[in-house]
């Protein structure tokens, strides 16, 4: 069998077997391959963390090592997501999909669609996007957090969009009702209509944002629930002798502050404007997230609406019978 020639590291002679027979080739020292670039070995404490950042009855601290960065997390008994991060963050679940050693304690979880579960010290969990969470007992949750730690427990920056819907109500001809009423009276409807929000809002899991005089503005996680939250408010309204209309759009808004900014916000209040007394009406985007959930829609064709660009379609939302 005739011999190969090759070239390789060296610039020696070497044989490489083929089949039941050597076959000797040369190697050329110039053609070695380049060397790998030296990575300095780097070593942290979370003694001495790069950063820290703090909430009610909770802590991360965090240190990044080459590319990795992993955050040593303490949840002090008490602590709840939703009521002790939700505030800062601005969203109505963890949004964050968490990756961790638990080292610690015991933690319940409770996902948006409703799975709950412990996690206990020495798992090894991964929590996807949207849940709540709490510690449960009296021993501090702590654990290694792997992943999901680079802008947790922090509010949304400056500018930083997100996808939400956005309810907005109003009570129809306030200032009649309030002149008919009288101060006392009127300021006592409006008590009683603003716990009744309250209540619903919690029950739906809607975030309040802002007040509008006589209406409100807030933000869900799923449109379903604002609609929902929107009909039962306006029941209860009637219950009180008033009515309200209010409008439902789903879209990316900003959290600016304690605001909200964006062209979805617009939508939502001039769907609102759009509105029948005691009704509810939704975009056309609401109502393509929504189909099969319980809620039927009547179409109310396509309005102008104020400061928007073109017509848009607008529709009634029922909860079905």
């Given at each position: 069998?005739?011999?190969?020639?090759?070239?390789?590291?060296?610039?020696?002679?070497?044989?490489?077997?083929?089949?039941?027979?050597?076959?000797?080739?040369?190697?050329?020292?110039?053609?070695?391959?380049?060397?790998?670039?030296?990575?300095?070995?780097?070593?942290?404490?979370f003694?001495?963390?790069?950063?820290?950042?703090?909430?009610?009855?909770?802590?991360?601290?965090?240190?990044?090592?080459?590319?990795?960065?992993?955050?040593?997390?303490?949840?002090?008994?008490?602590?709840?997501?939703?009521?002790?991060?939700?505030?800062?963050?601005?969203?109505?679940?963890?949004?964050?999909?968490?990756?961790?050693?638990?080292?610690?304690?015991?933690?319940?979880?409770?996902?948006?669609?409703?799975?709950?579960?412990?996690?206990?010290?020495g798992?090894?969990?991964?929590?996807?996007?949207?849940?709540?969470?709490?510690?449960?007992?009296?021993?501090p949750?702590?654990?290694?957090?792997?992943?999901?730690?680079?802008?947790?427990?922090?509010?949304?920056?400056?500018?930083?969009?997100?996808?939400?819907?956005?309810?907005?109500?109003?009570?129809?001809?306030?200032?009649?009702?309030?002149?008919?009423?009288?101060?006392?009276?009127?300021?006592?409807?409006?008590?009683?209509?603003?716990e009744?929000?309250?209540?619903?809002?919690?029950?739906?899991?809607?975030?309040?944002?802002?007040?509008?005089?006589?209406?409100?503005?807030?933000?869900?996680?799923?449109?379903?629930?604002?609609?929902?939250?929107?009909?039962?408010?306006?029941?209860?309204?009637?219950?009180?002798?008033?009515m309200?209309?209010?409008?439902?759009?789903?879209?990316?808004?900003?959290?600016?502050?304690?605001?909200?900014?964006g062209?979805?916000?617009?939508?939502?209040?001039?769907?609102?404007?759009?509105?029948?007394?005691?009704?509810?009406?939704?975009?056309?985007?609401?109502?393509?997230?929504?189909?099969?959930?319980?809620?039927?829609?009547?179409?109310?064709?396509?309005?102008?609406?104020?400061?928007?660009?073109?017509?848009?379609?607008v529709?009634?939302?029922?909860?079905?019978?």
């Open positions: 069998m005739p011999s190969t020639r090759l070239s390789g590291e060296g610039g020696g002679d070497r044989t490489v077997g083929q089949g039941l027979q050597a076959m000797p080739y040369r190697v050329d020292a110039g053609l070695a391959a380049p060397h790998t670039l030296r990575m300095p070995v780097e070593a942290k404490t003694e001495q963390p790069d950063e820290t950042v703090t909430f009610e009855r909770g802590r991360v601290q965090i240190v990044t090592v080459g590319s990795v960065t992993i955050g040593h997390e303490v949840a002090e008994p008490g602590w709840r997501w939703s009521e002790h991060v939700k505030p800062i963050v601005g969203t109505e679940w963890c949004e964050f999909h968490h990756a961790m050693y638990v080292l610690s304690g015991r933690m319940h979880i409770l996902m948006r669609d409703g799975e709950s579960r412990d996690i206990v010290a798992q090894v969990v991964d929590i996807p996007p949207g849940h709540d969470a709490w510690v449960v007992g009296d021993e949750v702590t654990s290694i957090d792997l992943q999901g730690v680079i802008g947790w427990a922090r509010p949304p920056e400056a500018g930083e969009r997100v996808l939400t819907t956005v309810l907005f109500t109003d009570i129809v001809d306030s200032t009649a009702l309030a002149e008919r009423l009288g101060d006392a009276s009127w300021k006592r409807v409006l008590t009683t209509h603003r009744d929000a309250q209540s619903l809002l919690a029950h739906h899991r809607g975030r309040l944002v802002n007040t509008t005089g006589d209406g409100f503005v807030a933000t869900f996680d799923a449109p379903a629930r604002a609609i929902r939250c929107a009909i039962d408010l306006a029941t209860a309204a009637d219950r009180r002798g008033m309200i209309r209010a409008g439902v759009h789903t879209g990316e808004v900003e959290f600016v502050d304690d605001d909200l900014r062209l979805a916000v617009h939508l939502a209040a001039r769907i609102m404007a759009a509105a029948h007394p005691g009704t509810t009406f939704v975009s056309g985007t609401t109502r393509e997230l929504v189909i099969g959930a319980g809620i039927e829609f009547v179409d109310r064709g396509t309005s102008e609406l104020k400061g928007i660009s073109g017509e848009r379609p529709f009634e939302a029922r909860l079905q019978r």
